[in-house]
């Protein structure tokens, strides 16, 4: 199982309504493992037209992994198509029947008829069991050219394709891989952009040892190392051995081995420090918060947020003194300070940070463009505060930014580090 | 010129290093002026496979559009193949050369030779010029299928691209539409499982007269209804029909007609009514918050957002009694009233909302398991709240449905709707 095609089902994709962010996920995920992706088809809610879209894409692999189409309702025909094609009748998965059953009964409710053919499967194929929602998946073997081949449907839905793929598919294509065994490590990174990424990392590794690709999955920018060897080459102390390197190179801009989010490691650092965090937002609205509680466990270190989006609301909840909203303004590195320190005081928390600025479209003025924030960071007998410049690109990459930017400076504090988080070159973040 | 055919050349597309936004982009412009994106096609930088897929693109539309490979260097082969398949010869394009050459003088360097290439095109082609690159772009007529079909070629960088195709391909497209003419309108619904919006609008309209399509856009359920005629064709007359019998069935369930996120209806609701709106949140950490900002100008509606993770921040910040807390526990609807009372008041606002419940994975008890969640809204003389049962399916899941179901709460309470938001079919959700 040397190669694999995607196809992403659904007449919302062609038609261009949805993008298509499957078929890049599972491309990924598969050549991690030595298969490699080799063609990519998008297909409507036609029953000829997938009939068609699986049979070329059996020609170019010996994998073809379709996602969507297997919903409850009448234009999903993926399984029924599949089935078809390989000659095997459908078949009721009692197994999967039951599971939908139950699910519909925690809710509480009776299980509509229509999602009972969610449960029926190609004979003799292998299912893929979905933890978190309905539609089983399959793998079904299908003769074409000349052999076995296989093709895996999997939900549209990422969350579940997702869990689905990791736990089942990808792990079986990587045992029926006839040789190489790949083994990636991702290195975390904010702070550069990928250019300047791509230039710290330059030569620090030989291509004929490992494969260096790089990333920008917003906020953060990621290198991933991939080396390859027989089954049994130790595979895992070659990395050790590469990341070192790689961790002099990037300093304190990499902030985590592997695809963890800032919130998760400055979860990790509260935890181990035993310190607790409240955050006042401005301009990130709520987003902070939302991002620390997304945490499994965030309870224990995250005691309060507060996001006062009014003047009266910085000095009525945060103590922001009217003095200094009317000299500095509400977006100011002295506001900032008064929030982080007033919501670290209101919540009897050891570590403060805030954030105010102009998330645009409006609001900006020549002093103080949209892009222009202040983050301030407050603990026990000691503040800090600075203004950044994220750049106009839309409220939702200032939110974004901002925020990502407030995380990291609570990091840098918990890790003792002082130096300015972010480099002129940080794609557009520099501090002004 | 009824279909079209979307083709993306690159082996980072293909890899899923890079995502393809111009295929969506394209479907949508071809869409607008009644061409019907039907397929869609990811390929490598190989010469076979690039002919391969044209020419199952050409069997599938009478318009195959490619994006990608027309680069100076040896990988960019998209013309060459095109020229191969039409059967005509590449030729120099003088207009396009002496462009080039232009390009490369204003930055005062030489036109390396292998930039010569992007100015050859298949002989009898229409050239599309590219006002802000070097790479034109071609049409090109190739004989398959019984008549004259067509493969159009644009650079892959999204820029260069969506202005050559605004400026040259689509209207010359448009230009060769014999007649039919698509318009589309979305319903996006919140709590119905898709399986029961289909249930809902079964009959609702006539294949003949339209298509319908359901699509879960966690945490909506959207439908869309398309029709199509002739130019002149009174379509949005139409669309207005059916659009009042898909009202009538689904009633309160309907939030917005469009793409509308919750958060936008609810603030298009506050500013037409001149309310103001503040948000106590437990469970969701800041979500409610972050997506009522996620809308530009909420600064005029939104004063206040807290998140109080901890009993004590509950207590001191939004004056919860002590005794509630002992008495009903965090988890109910009497802290979920205190909540939104007690942040209506802190924040001087017309209305409070306040979510309080188990996100897990841990926390849940036999009583109150992972996925209890309450709901407060308090107003001028009033309050409301319910406890529901979201399911306990991932912590993700139990914030998004939390902060969905109390924004929906406040749409209902500033339209005068009293009765239950979310039936017992709700998809996973109810009262519990």
């Known amino acids: 199982m040397k190669r694999a095609a995607l196809v992403a089902i659904g007449d919302e994709i062609v038609a261009g309504l949805t993008t298509d962010t499957n078929s890049g996920w599972l491309a990924g995920e598969l050549r991690a493992v030595g298969v490699e992706p080799v063609a990519g088809f998008a297909v409507t809610d036609d029953e000829d037209a997938i009939a068609r879209t699986l049979e070329r894409a059996l020609e170019e692999a010996e994998l073809v992994v379709c996602t969507g189409g297997l919903g409850p309702t009448a234009d999903d025909l993926t399984t029924a198509c599949v089935a078809r094609l390989a000659g095997r009748p459908l078949v009721m998965h009692e197994e999967s029947l039951a599971h939908i059953k139950g699910i519909f009964r925690a809710r509480g409710i009776e299980m509509p008829a229509n999602n009972r053919k969610q449960a029926l499967v190609p004979q003799g194929c292998t299912v893929i069991p979905n933890p978190t929602g309905t539609a089983p998946g399959v793998i079904c073997p299908v003769e074409r050219g000349g052999g076995t081949r296989y093709v895996a449907c999997l939900p549209g839905v990422p969350r579940e394709m997702r869990r689905m793929a990791g736990d089942t598919l990808v792990p079986w294509a990587a045992a029926r891989n006839p040789g190489r065994r790949f083994v990636s490590r991702v290195f975390s990174t904010f702070g550069l952009a990928e250019s300047k990424l791509d230039e710290l990392l330059a030569g620090v590794v030989d291509p004929a040892e490992a494969r260096l690709a790089f990333r920008a999955a917003f906020p953060r920018v990621q290198a991933r190392l991939t080396v390859s060897g027989a089954p049994g080459e130790e595979l895992e102390g070659r990395l050790d051995e590469l990341e070192a390197r790689v961790r002099e190179r990037l300093g304190t801009h990499l902030y985590a081995i592997g695809d963890e989010g800032m919130e998760e490691t400055v979860g990790r650092l509260l935890r181990e420090r035993g310190m607790t965090l409240a955050v006042a937002e401005s301009c990130t609205g709520g987003l902070i918060g939302h991002r620390v509680t997304d945490v499994p466990g965030s309870s224990a270190y995250f005691l309060l947020g507060v996001a006062t989006y009014s003047n009266a609301a910085k000095e009525r909840v945060l103590g922001v003194r009217a003095h200094t909203l009317r ?20 919540a009897g928390a050891g570590l403060g940070v805030s954030t ?53 400076r609570v990091r840098r504090h918990l890790l003792g580090q002082t130096e300015e988080a972010l480099s002129a070159e940080a794609g557009g973040v520099r501090p002004a």
Request: aromatic share 6%.
């Open 356 to 408: 105010t600025g102009i998330a645009g479209p409006g609001g900006g003025t020549a002093e103080k463009p949209v892009g222009t924030v202040c983050i301030g960071v407050a603990w026990e007998g000691g503040i800090w505060s600075r203004r950044y410049d994220v750049g106009d690109r839309g409220r939702e990459w200032v939110k974004g930014m901002t925020a990502q930017i407030a995380l990291d």
């Open 327 to 346: 000299e500095h303004g509400a977006v100011s590195t002295q506001t900032a300070e008064e929030m982080a320190e007033g919501v670290r005081r209101l």
